[in-house]
Nanobody
Framework: QVQLVESGGGLVQPGGSLRLSCAAS????????MGWYRQAPGKERELVGT???????NYAESVKGRFTISRDNAKNTVSLQMNSLKPEDTAVYSC??????????????WGQGTLVTVSS
């Protein structure tokens, strides 16, 4: 079973930048979609953005223009570059991967999450 491990979280000041990485223990070519979700304290988990196996990315309106998702199939990693961070971006960020299986339930994997705190 492929495992996802996030890294790169931490404390950053408002307006700053941070780059999160999600490393897979195996090939990510099988995953039709990979993405990032976040969950702020006391709130439900929300989608940050996704990227397809072909490299097409989509973002939540709240992060569009500030966050960029990239995918390196050769290195089996997905990254989230976060710029112009705001206090409301504070959350645990989790990596997600989905393999669509036409004749059986889809495979969905999650990382353990990494905390991002935006504060002065």
């Amino acid at each position: 079973q492929v495992q996802l491990v996030e890294s790169g979280g931490g404390l950053v000041q408002p307006g700053g930048s941070l780059r999160l990485s999600c490393a897979a223990s195996g090939s990510i070519l099988r995953f039709n979609y990979m993405g990032w979700y976040r969950q702020a304290p006391g709130k439900e988990r929300e989608l940050v953005g996704t990227i397809t196996s072909g490299g097409t990315a989509n973002y939540a309106e709240s992060v569009k223009g500030r966050f960029t998702i990239s995918r390196d199939n050769a290195k089996n990693t997905v990254s989230l570059q976060m710029n112009s961070l705001k206090p409301e971006d504070t959350a645990v960020y989790s990596c997600n991967a989905i393999e669509i299986r036409p004749y059986s339930p889809n495979l969905e994997l999650w990382g353990q999450g990494t905390l991002v705190t935006v504060s002065s």
